[in-house]
Nanobody, 127 residues
Framework: QLPLVESGGGLVQPGGSLRLACSAL????????TGWFRQAPGKEREGIAC????????KYADSVKGRFSIFRDKSKRSIYLQMRNLKPEDTGVYFC????????????????????WGRGTQVTVSS
């Protein structure tokens, strides 16, 4: 079983919202910079959002800026991706991933920096 588990995907109409969750099975995500990535059909996987281990810094791809929000819930030791105003081009498999353990003030969505991944959850935006 992969160390990260995503949930919350599904089918939603354009303009709708979804909240994805990411939790770790064997470690505390509070100590890891975490990111969300997605792979659309026929395309390469891309980074869309990340949050520093401190939770004080986040970064977004231009394609989702203003519509998506990444945040931590330390009480649940989980990372969430709140997605609003969803568009058909947001369709894809969404993955969460964690960098090596460490306290960071910033983050980036360069996949090479992430070492722990989940299996992904499908998000389909369609009428």
């Amino acid at each position: 079983q992969l160390p990260l588990v995503e949930s919350g995907g599904g089918l939603v109409q354009p303009g709708g919202s979804l909240r994805l969750a990411c939790s770790a099975l064997t470690f505390d995500l509070d100590f890891y910079t975490t990111g969300w990535f997605r792979q659309a059909p026929g395309k390469e996987r891309e980074g869309i959002a990340c949050v520093s281990s401190s939770g004080g810094y986040s970064k977004y791809a231009d394609s989702v800026k203003g519509r998506f929000s990444i945040f931590r819930d330390k009480s649940k030791r989980s990372i969430y991706l709140q997605m609003r105003n969803l568009k058909p081009e947001d369709t894809g498999v969404y993955f969460c991933a964690a960098m090596p353990r460490g306290v960071t003030a910033i983050c980036d969505t360069d996949q090479i920096n992430y070492e722990t991944w989940g299996r992904g959850t499908q998000v389909t935006v369609s009428s």
